[in-house]
């Protein structure tokens, strides 16, 4: 007997082969995606024509690049349009893999700039430059500009166009953008400082006048903004360095490089992985907006090492003034970097100073705490006058600090009452703007940063006042109770309140505090 059995198949028996063309589906899925992912980053990597004169300058520099002994095949140049760039990775990177080498014989150092005829006739004139080795670099740079047959020409062919970008180089209108700003003055004075450097060297070096102050500026932000610090055979030198000059910057330290003495060349490593097609970068370092606009032509937002220069000024009308001018040896007034950050010690220099000026009374008694401060203890009244130079001390007096206190408010609010807009304008600014150019946004985000910090300097202030005033237990529960305490711990926890604690068991007065507070 044969028995027959018809069995209705479960839908996976009954769909292998199905099961099996979903797989090719698949496949042909993720092949599809890959193709689509390799054609978004060809259309990436070729943004510009090959034809376009960028790109024409760039395969040259690649090619004298690669004929000189360099190696970068792990890395890419990508165009984002035709005066913006960055370094991209052609493949996963590990942490500490090499990603660029680039031999000695191309890197431009400060020693073969001053080798150079201009830079030699520079040093026998020994001439008191304001910036020697951006002046011997930026004299060089345009010496090889002019010559049609420079061995660096396929470098020198690849750097920007235009620096302006750079506030040295900004308009009136734009300038405007930064009214009431103390970087005003600091984008002043570089001004100046370049032109000096230029009619000395003009003076020394009489061809170098075929080259303007305009192009020797350019030539002076290229180099402010590109240079390197190295150590070649054991001895500092700074250099421009093609390829490595053109990495983009952020904060995190993503990439590190370095003069390698035993490969002669300098190396720059990832110092962690990365995966393809990933942009990388380099970090300038922690700086203020102040010095990444001046030098490099940018500013970060939300850059919390910030800085606002505060002058602070002896009075006049103050029945010491003639003996803290001699004890500051004629200098009346002192400029100081408050930063953002409330830890820098800077901070702890703004009080001192103050303290200083403000001072009322009897000149031993600020001797006495100079010197207490000061590395020896000394009588004489000559001593005293040649001693103070930035000698950091706590709070003098109740009265005293007091002063410190509203004067800090004062010199804050009077350097917020130049400015055209307010900090929450700059922010709404920012927010809804879209029409800022590139130089707008920055001079913005610049004194937006000065404004906080100020802001910031002024609420230290007022919480110092209210907590003076208090019993000190009652101050340190005050404190405690604030969420933002931490900002403010290096005035408070280790200037303030040790001095408010001293006051329970030391007697500087008769007067109760209440008393002392009232005057």
Request: aromatic fraction near 12%; proline fraction near 4%.
């Amino acid at each position: 007997f044969f028995f027959f059995f018809f069995f209705q198949a479960e839908d996976g028996i009954r769909d292998v082969e199905r099961s099996r063309g979903l797989g090719d589906v698949y496949k042909r899925q993720v092949i599809k995606g890959l193709l689509k992912e390799l054609e978004d980053e060809y259309a990436l990597d070729n943004i510009l024509p090959e034809d376009h004169p960028e790109m024409l300058r760039y395969n040259k520099f690649i090619k004298w690049f690669l004929d000189g002994g360099a190696r970068f095949n792990k890395v890419k140049l990508r165009f984002y349009s035709a005066d913006h760039r960055g370094i991209h990775a052609k493949q996963k990177l590990k942490r500490k893999e090499v990603l660029i080498f680039i031999p000695k014989e191309l890197i431009i150092t400060l020693e073969i700039a001053k080798e150079a005829p201009v830079g030699d006739k520079i040093k026998r004139a020994k001439l008191a430059l304001l910036s020697p080795k951006h002046c011997f670099l930026s004299t060089y740079l345009l010496q090889e500009m002019r010559n049609p047959d420079s061995k660096w020409k396929p470098f020198l062919d690849m750097l920007p166009k235009s620096t302006n970008n750079f506030p040295i180089f900004f308009t009136e209108e734009e300038m405007e953008w930064l009214k009431g700003s103390p970087f005003q003055e600091q984008v002043k004075g570089k001004v100046k400082d370049i032109a000096r450097d230029y009619a000395a060297i003009v003076n020394a070096v009489s061809e170098f006048a075929r080259h303007s102050l305009k192009e020797f500026s350019h030539a002076r932000m290229l180099i402010s903004s590109r240079i390197f610090g190295i150590t070649v055979n054991r001895s500092f030198t700074d250099a421009l360095v093609p390829l490595a000059d053109m990495f983009n910057f952020q904060r995190h330290q993503q990439t590190s490089w370095s003069y390698k003495e035993e490969s002669r060349g300098f190396v720059v490593n990832a110092n962690e992985p990365v995966s393809r097609g990933d942009e990388l970068y380099e970090s300038y370092g922690n700086k203020c907006n102040s010095r990444f606009f001046l030098n490099y032509g940018f500013v970060l937002e939300d850059n919390t090492h910030n800085e606002v220069p505060i002058t602070i000024s002896l009075d006049q009308k103050d029945p010491l003034y003639a003996s803290k001018l001699k004890m500051l040896d004629y200098d009346d007034s002192k400029a100081i970097r408050i930063a953002e950050d409330f830890s820098h010690k800077n901070l702890v220099d703004f009080f001192s100073f103050l303290r200083l000026v403000k001072f009322r009374g009897d000149l031993m008694i600020l001797y006495n705490f100079v010197f207490q401060q000061g590395a020896s203890k000394r009588s004489n009244e000559h001593d005293f006058y040649e001693t103070y130079h930035g000698t950091r001390f706590p709070p003098l007096s109740v009265k005293n600090e007091v002063r410190v206190l509203k004067g800090a408010i004062s010199l804050a609010k009077n350097l917020l009452d130049k400015y055209a807009t307010s900090y929450e304008e700059d922010r709404r600014i920012l927010e809804e703007n879209k029409e800022l150019t590139f130089n707008q946004r920055n001079c913005v985000v610049m004194r937006a940063g000065e404004k906080k910090i100020l802001l910031k300097l002024i609420d230290l202030a007022k919480l110092g006042l209210e907590l003076i005033k208090l019993p000190f237990k009652k101050a340190k529960e005050v404190y405690e109770m604030r969420e933002d305490k931490n900002m403010y711990r290096i005035y408070v926890v280790e200037m303030l309140f040790p001095f408010m604690h001293s006051l329970r068991t030391v007697s500087y007065t008769h007067l109760t505090l209440p008393t002392i507070c009232s005057v």
